[in-house]
């Protein structure tokens, strides 16, 4: 296993792990790539519904898709979006990417097409890679393809320079406006090496991937993988009945669940394979019953707190610690410094509520294109990451308000002033204010206080075709709570957690819409 500077020598994981595991593939996944020359196929092992590619096919791929990238101009740090699900193909990109020195920016698919749109306008990119369900979405916009008769004997030219970027991530900002975190090679190594300290990855590791690639979740396992020397598992879907499937059958010894999946697997008592030593659990706040069963079940449950900006978790809480600190996040990891804030930056004591800051290898170095927000997130060298929290007597971190106003549903981050701008546009409304508010399911859901320039009770049918028409669906408020003002601070802003209690007063004494 290559635990130092993997990066600074190309692939040199996939040499000397040539026949090792790499990637266990769902027959469905493989057979409607349109990246991987399927007349190879007969090499590949097939065990039941999975075929299983060593380190070594996946780097003849990949040198042969690479070859054909850089022939189409993907090299030398251009950014190039990727519209694909969590599938063969999209790892296969990410990895080809790698090898030309271009870099791979994984898209939300279920984002509206405007909203892709504006993303990869943004990035000012020249070519796109995506599936065939996109393929009509930018047609003014160059698409990759591997059918295209591109030379295919091109030098592989990336050195993996530390300070060269390995993906963009887009996150959501509290602002509304969309953040592009650019990771470097350095930043995900040293968040692998972090990590390695706690769990001791190694080449008998074998990663479930049911998070989505272009949240920092999913894209962590392919990293943490190929530095360790790992497999990576990726299943035919999300589903909670495939994994429970999955489970007994492929015997992952690593998961990475958000709050929503846990709450299916306490739901319909289902314990883990007894390979699986680790359950990461991230994407949210996790209730401690809910916890607490899917530990009595047999789960590993370890809780942790990251974000994009800091290329994953940097928090820790053990199974161990669990049982005596149920509410905390757990402690930092090795070569990761903490330290809370005031309003003033000055550094606070134990027990004293501020905003968390992060100094690490693992932190970016700026926003894609954004001076503005990047001045705003770093102080004194710490990343100041917009969640309050504070430490214990024992040195343990608490968080109280998850990115200030951010809603966290389903694994999914959302912005309320993404939201409160479409709820403006609708008619009438004069005001708007969305939070989140807990729910079992999803962690939390989102709810819109709203204020009518005639005071007239607003048309609620009306406004959900309204809002379908302009949202994705996970971003539609579940719950509407019509009020004739909002309480506003001296200075006219919009008071969001005064809303949240009046819903909450409101809610226990009526029954809402």
């Not at 306490?266 to 996790?286: S, V, Y």
């Not at 930092?332 to 003033?344: C, T």
């Amino acid at each position: 296993m290559i635990r130092q500077g993997f990066f600074s020598t190309p692939f040199a994981q996939f040499e000397n792990l040539s026949n090792n595991k790499f990637l266990v593939v769902h027959h469905t996944l493989v057979e409607k790539s349109e990246m991987l020359d399927l007349s190879l196929l007969h090499r590949v092992d097939r065990t039941g519904d999975f075929f299983s590619f060593t380190y070594e096919q996946v780097s003849e791929a990949t040198k042969v898709i690479a070859s054909k990238m850089l022939s189409a101009g993907l090299t030398n740090q251009k950014l190039v979006p990727i519209l694909m699900t969590n599938s063969f193909d999209l790892i296969l990109s990410v990895l080809s990417l790698w090898r030309t020195g271009a870099v791979p920016v994984p898209l939300n698919v279920h984002l509206l097409k405007n909203e892709l749109e504006n993303k990869i306008n943004f990035l000012n990119a020249e070519c796109t890679i995506c599936e065939n369900n996109f393929a009509d979405y930018f047609p003014t916009i160059k698409k990759f393809v591997t059918s295209n008769t591109f030379s295919g004997n091109k030098l592989i030219p990336n050195d993996f320079k530390d300070s060269g970027t390995a993906v963009l991530l887009f996150t959501s900002g509290t602002s509304g406006k969309p953040k592009a975190v650019p990771l470097s090679y350095k930043n995900l190594s040293a968040a692998f090496k972090t990590g390695d300290s706690i769990f001791k990855f190694s080449k008998k590791d074998s990663w479930y991937l049911n998070l989505p690639l272009y949240h920092i979740g999913g894209f962590s396992i392919l990293v943490r993988a190929i530095l360790a020397g790992s497999k990576v598992i990726l299943p035919e879907s999300n589903e909670f009945t495939t994994l429970k499937r999955n489970l007994k059958i492929l015997k992952p010894t690593l998961i990475s669940l958000v709050p929503t999946q846990l709450k299916r697997i306490c739901e319909d008592p289902t314990q883990p394979n007894k390979e699986l030593r680790a359950a990461l659990i991230g994407g949210g706040f996790a209730a401690d019953a809910m916890l607490s069963t899917a530990s009595n079940l047999g789960w590993k449950i370890y809780k942790v707190y990251g974000s994009t900006e800091t290329s994953a978790f940097i928090t820790i809480l053990t199974p161990g610690d669990f049982v005596c600190k149920p509410k905390s996040i757990g402690k930092p990891l090795n070569q990761v410094e903490i330290q809370i804030f005031d309003a003033r930056k000055n550094v606070l004591h134990q027990n004293e509520i501020g905003e968390i800051g992060v100094k690490a290898f693992s932190v970016f170095k700026e926003y894609f294109s954004n001076t503005a927000d990047t001045s705003s997130a770093f102080y004194n060298g710490f990343y100041l990451t917009g969640d309050f929290g504070y430490y214990d007597t024992d040195g343990y971190l608490y968080l109280e308000n998850r990115r200030t106003d951010l809603i966290v549903s389903g694994g999914e981050n959302l912005s309320p002033i993404e939201i409160e701008k479409v709820l403006l546009q609708f008619q009438n409304v004069d005001e708007a204010c969305v939070f989140g508010i807990p729910d079992n399911k999803w962690g939390e859901i989102v709810v819109a206080a709203v204020v009518t320039k005639d005071k007239r009770k607003i048309d609620l049918s009306a406004l959900k075709i309204f809002l379908k028409r302009h949202l994705p669906a996970f971003k539609i408020p579940k719950k509407y709570f019509q009020v004739e003002e909002l309480p506003k601070s001296a200075i006219g802003k919009i008071k969001r957690s005064e809303v949240k209690k009046q819903f909450i007063i409101f809610a226990s004494s009526h029954t809402s819409q």
